[in-house]
């Protein structure tokens, strides 16, 4: 079977180049086709090339590997476009967070919402526009599916600035069908996820959906027997750790915890809570009632420097033979851009969470809202299913975070500081005005060089 034409930029990523190389080599609709990686870095694309080659002579398959500093190179007749590119994420993402809580803003993550959030969306929506404009000459037919953060408003710039091409926005978390059956496995269906059948996942109804990195499992049935409440009971078991510290179980414990605790008090289970915390402004720790307080830490650019270190010294092992490509093939596995363009080459009509233009599937927000819902995708279209409404405990929420995307998508056009200033004071963690103005400037004026010049005539 002739397989599609997939360029992915980015593809020194340390999250997703190795997974997609996997995929293209490993799944039979797409190991005849052409992969195309293209990243900025020619030390790292040199690995990554090394590495696809060495998978393909491993497997014995005809996938063709194209490889380019410039997109422009490889994206004719491209079928699908990847973007996985971050401009000196791991440096800016600490320098967010390291301003944002001076001005009184604790950022966990710093990458989606909040200064950083708006921070990154002004820096990478001109890169994308400029992918999308190359894409609109080069391969007008192919489809543009996003990793990049912020996804929703990396999303909401395509959807607005690009509507004629065909685009999506994705992310790890609600990957499928690791997504669903690890809720399956939560509820005790099954002691473990390779137990888990097609059979059994078909009696399993879920309807979980929101915006991306604020989703929420609104219903879990089996066989019509309400699931969630052994949900929010096993939450509450895991919360439960008396360990909650700087480290790495202590961040997975504290979290535990506020997830816990919003089950409690929205009355359903965030799915994404990592970054959700980060949405909130509970957990600032600007609290009185010190002693019932769950605060949430810095995003710590040490642990996160550390991973990107060992990745890169894997991509070295794997790319010189000193790590065998058989060991590489044999733990390594698909990534969800992946599975989607498979479903999608294939006609399999595979139902995935898809961050895309709402479209009358959650009924009480707009049609245009940029949302995360279970989508079928196919070749001309992604799908959203009909979700329903949000509740009312969520749904102001919601738009909130989306009116922040809005105008820091906005802001990331214009280069307009009035609009950047009134996208921070939407965020729900912002203290003050004065704050607000303080923080936005700072940052502006430490990331000048990695900005348009528009910002600072």
């Known amino acids: 079977m002739k397989g599609p034409k997939v360029v992915l930029i980015g593809a020194g990523s340390a999250f997703f180049g190795r997974q997609t190389i996997w995929s ?27 590495i696809a080659k060495n998978c393909i002579k491993e497997k014995k398959v005809s996938l063709k590997i194209e490889a380019s500093t410039d997109r422009k190179d490889v994206l004719k007749n491209a079928d699908f ?3 996985a590119f971050a401009n000196e994420g791991v440096k800016l993402r600490g320098n967010d967070a390291d301003i944002s809580t001076k001005h009184g803003m604790t950022m966990c993550s710093a990458d989606t919402v909040g200064a950083g959030g708006i921070m990154r969306t002004i820096r990478e929506v001109p890169r994308q526009n400029e992918i999308m404009r190359d894409v609109e000459k080069l391969c007008p037919d192919a489809w543009v599916i996003n990793w990049v953060n912020p996804t929703c408003a990396m999303g909401i710039a395509m959807m607005r600035n690009f509507p004629k091409i065909k685009s999506m926005a994705i992310c790890d978390g609600p990957h499928n069908p690791r997504f669903d059956d690890t809720l399956i496995v939560n509820a005790g269906l099954v002691k473990t996820a390779e137990e888990i059948t097609d059979e059994l996942r078909s009696k399993v109804k879920i309807r979980s959906g929101g915006i991306n990195h604020f989703n929420w499992l609104l219903e879990m049935t089996y066989e019509g027997r309400d699931l969630t409440p052994l949900i929010k009971a096993g939450l509450k078991k895991a919360s439960q750790a008396e360990h909650v510290a700087a480290s790495e179980d202590g961040k997975i414990a504290r979290t535990n915890r506020i997830a816990s605790q919003l089950a409690d008090v929205i009355g359903y289970v ?28 810095k995003w710590n650019i040490g642990m996160r420097r550390q991973w990107m270190d060992d990745c890169r010294k894997d991509m070295q092992d794997i790319a ?28 399999k009509l595979k139902k995935f969470y898809i961050n895309v233009k709402n479209n009358g599937a959650i009924t009480n927000l707009t049609d245009d809202a940029y949302v995360e819902v279970p989508c079928i995708v196919n070749m001309n279209a992604v799908m959203p299913l009909p979700f329903g409404p949000l509740p009312r405990p969520i749904l102001g929420y919601v738009q909130r975070i989306l009116d922040e995307h809005e105008l820091a998508v906005d802001a990331a056009v214009t280069c307009d500081r009035k609009t950047l200033l009134q996208a921070f004071l939407a965020s729900m963690v912002t203290v003050s005005i004065a704050d607000a103005k303080n923080c936005m400037e700072e940052m502006l004026d430490s990331e000048r060089k990695y900005l348009p010049a528009k910002w600072f005539r």
């Not at 009632?289 to 949430?296: F, M, P, Q, R, V």
């Open 81 to 83: 476009v990847i973007l």
């Open 320 to 347: 010189s033979g000193k790590r065998k490509i058989s060991d590489f093939l044999k733990k390594t596995s698909a990534d969800h851009a992946s599975d989607i363009i498979e479903s999608m080459w294939t006609g």
């Open 24 to 50: 293209m080599v490993m799944k039979e609709a797409l190991c005849g086709g052409t992969l195309a990686l293209v990243d900025c870095d020619s030390e790292k694309l040199g690995w990554m090339t090394k």
């Open 270 to 297: 965030p799915k994404c809570t990592w970054h959700t915390q980060e949405y909130l402004p509970y957990f600032q720790g600007h609290d009185v009632d010190k002693e019932n307080a769950l605060t949430i830490q």
